[in-house]
């Protein structure tokens, strides 16, 4: 096929890159580190103050044309960073709770996966537990109405609650090795690439306990445990972008 | 919150609205300590299903090479995503005692 995608320091030298494309998407994700294990932890990193070009050549489309560009950027200082723990409330699905948590975004139990589609029909909400550790920039360092950067190491993994698998939401499938009906199993989500986003300061007021807007792109895989919904469900689902708000309620 | 996509054997989109929220101990402590408690994960990948699959396994048609027609991929279901880089050492497929290349 050919085409070439590369990150250059400002030397000209390649920088060690993991390039995922699918479709029309493509992410580079630079690891600097010495192993891959510490990818997306405080030792991959640019060099600050540097100018760094992402350089693509002749890359084929299905249609034959190709696409060559080149684009330019300077490495921002981050430093000292702050790597945080968060942990994924419980919304109390599995544990049958009368009072769900609900999102104030979509009136939804919070971290509850459902699925809408024509063959599964709604899904039962497949609740996600876990925890991620998050990297900040330095916010002092930043203006106040500057874009703070976060970034979500790869490999972060959200275990999500087994569901029964239903034909059209309704008639349960039957696995017939174990006679019972079909389950998913775990279903996991999985970062494959460092997720990076940015803390944006409210844009619709100065107050200072206004919340703060989160935006975080991310490429994630999603994985069932059980063999036969494995291969049914198993995927890379790129550039999620996500968007939220971010605020402190008694010290959390 | 953010909205997922997935393909659904391959035949359909489905759609999925997400929220998630998360929270984090803002006690200076806590933060401190987050990074020397983390476990990192030293399980590898395991393989949980392949296709053509292994023969004998269904009475239906317990000899799977004879599903499997000549350009069909072989492929293979981990329990968790695999470095790409690593694929193209770390797979092998053999005719005999030779290496046939791979794709």
Not at chain 1, 108 to 114: F, H, L, M, T
Not at chain 1, 136 to 156: H, K, S, W
Not at chain 1, 213 to 232: G, Y
Not at chain 2, 51 to 62: A, E, L
Request: hydrophobic content about 40%; overall charge negative; aromatic content about 4%.
């Amino acid at each position: 096929m050919g085409g070439k995608i590369e990150l250059l320091d400002d030397k000209g030298n390649s920088v060690q890159a993991d390039v995922f494309v699918q479709d029309r998407r493509i992410t580079v994700d630079p690891c600097v580190a010495e192993s891959a294990a510490n990818c997306g932890l405080p030792g991959d990193k640019l060099a600050s103050g540097e100018r760094y070009t992402l350089n693509t050549q002749a890359l084929p489309s299905v249609n034959g044309e190709h696409l060559s560009s080149k684009t330019e950027f300077k490495a921002m200082k981050t430093e000292p960073v702050v790597v945080q723990f968060q942990n994924v409330t419980d919304p109390g699905i599995t544990e049958g709770n009368a009072d769900l948590v609900l999102s104030k975004l979509n009136g939804q139990p919070v971290n509850g996966v459902i699925l809408n589609s024509m063959l599964l029909g709604t899904t039962d909400a497949s609740e996600s537990s876990g925890g991620l550790y998050s990297e900040l920039a330095y916010a002092p360092a930043f203006r106040p109405d500057e874009p703070l950067p976060i970034r979500v190491p790869r490999g972060t993994r959200l275990i999500g609650s087994s569901i029964d698998v239903k034909a059209n939401g309704t008639v349960s499938v039957l696995d017939e090795d174990a006679g019972q009906s079909l389950r998913s199993g775990a279903l996991n989500v999985i970062t494959i690439s460092d997720a990076t986003g940015y803390l944006i300061p409210n844009p619709y007021t100065d107050h200072v306990d206004a919340p703060s807007h989160v935006r975080l792109f991310s490429d994630a895989a999603m994985i069932t445990e059980a063999a036969s919904t494995n291969t049914a469900l198993t995927q890379n689902l790129p550039h999620i972008e996500m968007v939220g708000i971010a605020r402190v309620t008694d010290g959390l | 919150m953010a909205v997922l996509k997935p393909n659904l054997l391959g035949r359909e989109v489905a759609d999925s609205t997400v929220a998630f929220q998360i929270t984090a101990d803002t006690s200076i402590d806590a933060q401190m300590e987050a990074f020397d408690n983390r476990a990192p994960d030293r399980d590898a990948p395991k393989l949980v299903s392949w296709s053509p699959g292994s023969d004998g396994k269904y009475d239906f048609m317990p000899d799977r090479d004879a599903m499997h027609r000549p350009g069909d991929p072989v492929t293979l279901f981990f329990d968790e995503p695999v470095l790409a880089l690593s694929v193209e050492s770390g797979v092998i497929q053999k005719a005999g005692a030779s290496e046939v290349p791979v794709k």
